[in-house]
């Protein structure tokens, strides 16, 4: 679809979110629309999760996201695959392009947000802020997987902080079911809490206990709403960095104007949807943990080393206690005794790293927030350093799991670095001072589920 006749709505420079024409699957046509959906790319945990979600349908999107052909023909496979679904009616746009209104709810966690095609100009690479560094490697495949299949096929997430509050909704006569005396900004909240009451485009829920709706905005006022409140903000963000640095280098690449001007966003508010953090861990391959543990004690002093008793939540609660004081991290790897013991084990908390060895290993030149990163210290000091270890996907894997990663460290035999959660108002801080954090420091949440909704740029 040619988005390229939109108008920039009124505001300050801000984000420019437009309608678009999404592409959805059929539901006649899969087992189940949960079948259908996967994890982000990089959350999929691989070969196990990989190939339970190519079991769980033949046209599960993980097919799409993740082709397995070998590496000159898989974004091939998946353009042709994508084409297939088209023409077969697996997957078919919608009638009329909007906006669409998100929602993931799980126990007492609920999350709103609108999806739609953001628009990416110059003045957008200020007002989209990223708060990670990226791998070179990871966005030439993805760049290249969306050039072959000319399609966004799943949404970056994005946060922003609104202005307005949960009671100027309810003067408004919206009902408002997120958080007591918080809120987004009025129009965009007042939109998506007014579109929720009707009935949703589709509702499912995935294995891991998590509804998910959607619903579309066309009508032009509600639209123009949304535009003009978000034409005002600048956002973080949230998941997906890789893929904003691929939009913005296929952007280039491409005419403009046209539909490469754009990019598929899931837009949250988190002054009203507050999202989880979480740490995003390492995995080790070619370090045994024998290997790791004698480094660190050969450091005289400057680091230490002590056993924890599992389960693992209990050894979490460790790490969590000694990240309040300061730098820590948990080890874990053969030996440790986990899978085998079921769920109980040792692991090896590593912390009170002595201001010396922090002082001469972490880089001087950046902010005081960024060298207090446990990220900054655990590749400058540790990896770097200690176990002289290159950032490389040979030798480091990033899991977001915490149980897959201790797992996989004690089924390989590499170690598994287990990392305590950056706080948000840390990562907004460094965003706004355009300093970025390691790359993979952190994992929001709860992330948009993969096939709800593709971006075709041909339909």
């Not at 033949?58 to 496979?77: D, K």
Request: aromatic share 4%; no cysteine; charged share 20%.
């Amino acid at each position: 679809m040619n988005t390229a006749g939109h108008a920039a709505p009124p505001g300050t420079g801000g984000l420019d979110l437009i309608p678009f024409r999404g592409v959805r699957y059929v539901p006649e046509r899969v087992r189940s629309l949960a079948a259908v959906t996967s994890p982000p790319y990089d959350v999929v945990v691989r070969p196990d999760g990989l190939h339970h979600l190519e079991s769980a349908d033949p046209h599960n999107i993980v097919r799409l996201i993740l082709p397995q052909n070998g590496p000159e023909t898989r974004n091939e496979r998946a353009a042709d695959t994508l084409a297939r679904w088209l023409s077969e009616g697996v997957l078919a746009p919608d009638p009329e392009p909007g906006l669409y209104v998100y929602e993931q709810r799980s126990g007492d966690v609920l999350q709103r947000g609108v999806i739609g095609a953001l628009r990416l100009s110059e003045a957008a690479e200020g007002i989209v802020l990223p708060h990670e560094e990226v791998m070179p490697h990871i966005v030439a495949d993805r760049a290249a997987l969306m050039r072959a299949t000319a399609a966004n096929l799943e949404p970056l997430l994005l946060t922003y902080r609104g202005n307005g509050t949960a009671e100027g909704l309810a003067a408004e006569g919206v009902a408002a079911e997120g958080p007591s005396g918080i809120g987004g900004n009025g129009g965009t909240s007042a939109v998506v809490e007014r579109t929720v009451l009707r009935p949703p485009l589709l509702a499912t829920t995935t294995e891991d206990g998590v509804s998910h709706r959607l619903w579309s905005v066309t009508d032009a006022a509600d639209v123009d709403e949304i535009r003009s409140d978000l034409a005002h903000h600048q956002a973080v963000i949230a998941d997906g960095h890789h893929r904003w640095a691929t939009y913005l280098r296929l952007r280039a690449e491409h005419p403009s104007p046209g539909p490469w001007d754009f990019g598929l966003v899931l837009l949250v508010d988190t002054a009203r949807y507050p999202l989880r953090v979480r740490a995003i861990h390492r995995l080790l391959h070619r370090l045994p943990l024998a290997d790791a543990l004698t480094a660190l004690k050969a450091q005289s002093g400057a680091v230490r080393v002590r056993t924890v008793e599992g389960p693992l939540p209990d050894a979490l609660e460790e790490l969590a206690e000694a990240a309040s004081e300061g730098n820590a991290f948990l080890l874990a790897g053969e030996g440790t005794g986990l899978t085998a013991g079921g769920g109980s084990g040792r692991f090896h908390l590593v912390d009170r790293l002595s201001p010396a060895l922090l002082d001469t290993t972490v880089p001087s030149d950046r902010p005081r927030a960024w060298r207090a990163l446990d990220a900054a210290v655990l590749h400058s000091t540790l990896l770097d350093h200690v176990w002289r270890i290159p950032d490389t996907p040979e030798h480091i894997a990033y899991i977001h799991d915490t149980a897959a990663t201790v797992a996989k460290a004690e089924r390989d035999g590499g170690t598994a670095v287990l990392m305590h959660p950056v706080h948000e108002d840390v990562v907004r801080d460094l965003a706004q001072q355009g300093v970025t954090m390691p790359r993979k420091s952190t994992s929001f949440g709860p992330k948009p589920a993969t096939g709800l909704v593709l971006r075709s740029l041909v339909h």
